[in-house]
């Protein structure tokens, strides 16, 4: 089956830095996703990886191992706005998106 | 615009009311979608329309029944929905995915749906 695994919830600082990692097992990989949503909110498109290594946008970096299944978001100097749940998504063979649970991600003062 | 405009924010409905929602995008994308998302939930999705024409159907209960009646307006007709229905549910759309391009998704902001 198709699977992919993010924490259920981590808490940080503002100011500091945090990594969220996102871990898949699907039928083939087309790219992968990351979108923040706020509580209540629909989700908004953070990042995009299909090939291997790291995006920077900003204070936000995502990175993609294909060989390993595996992806982390990156953010940095944290503000409280910050405080949402981050998804993982990634896109098959078949072009369709596979979402994680989400990652509630909660910034402390 | 890079807007996807869903109406109503919200909608309470009794399981013999018969209701619409409806969503609106004028970024010329030619697929929509429409997603159901519980509480702490990942999205699920429910339908894709490619260029007008249902592609996908997630194997939804009948009483959801989706229409795209042009490129910009997609709407879903609820009947006879149950309590386990409450849900929000997500209009997006982006271009027709082919390849390994972006086409990321933009989102409305949902309908909150409470079936009584």
């Known amino acids: 089956g198709q699977n992919i695994d993010q924490p259920t919830e981590m808490t940080a600082t503002e100011g500091a830095i945090v990594q969220i990692n996102c871990t898949y097992q699907?039928?083939?990989?087309?790219?992968l996703f990351w979108y923040q949503q706020h509580a209540g909110e629909a989700p908004t498109f953070l990042s995009y990886?299909?090939l291997d290594g790291l995006e920077e946008k900003g204070r936000f970096s995502s990175f993609l191992s294909r060989s390993k299944g595996y992806s982390y978001l990156l953010l940095k100097e944290l503000q409280m706005k910050d405080s949402a749940s981050y998804l993982c998504?990634?896109?098959?063979?078949?072009?369709?998106?596979?979402w994680g649970a989400g990652t509630k991600l909660i910034i402390k003062p | 615009d890079t807007e996807v405009t869903q109406t109503p924010k919200h909608l309470v409905m009794g399981m013999t009311n018969k209701k619409s929602l409806k969503c609106e995008q004028h970024m010329g994308h030619r697929a929509m979608y429409w997603y159901k998302q519980k509480a702490k939930k990942p999205p699920e999705l429910m339908f894709v329309y490619s260029y007008e024409k249902l592609s996908i159907n997630e194997s939804v209960p009948s009483r959801f029944s989706p229409e795209c009646p042009n490129s910009s307006l997609l709407n879903l007709h609820l009947h006879a929905l149950q309590p386990e229905d409450s849900a929000l549910y997500l209009c997006a759309s982006s271009q027709p995915t082919t390849g390994t391009a972006t086409q990321k998704l933009f989102f409305g902001s949902g309908t909150q749906l409470s079936v009584l």
């Open positions: 699907t039928s083939g990989f087309n790219g």
């Open positions: 998504a990634v896109r098959d063979s078949n072009y369709q998106l596979i």
């Open positions: 990886n299909v």
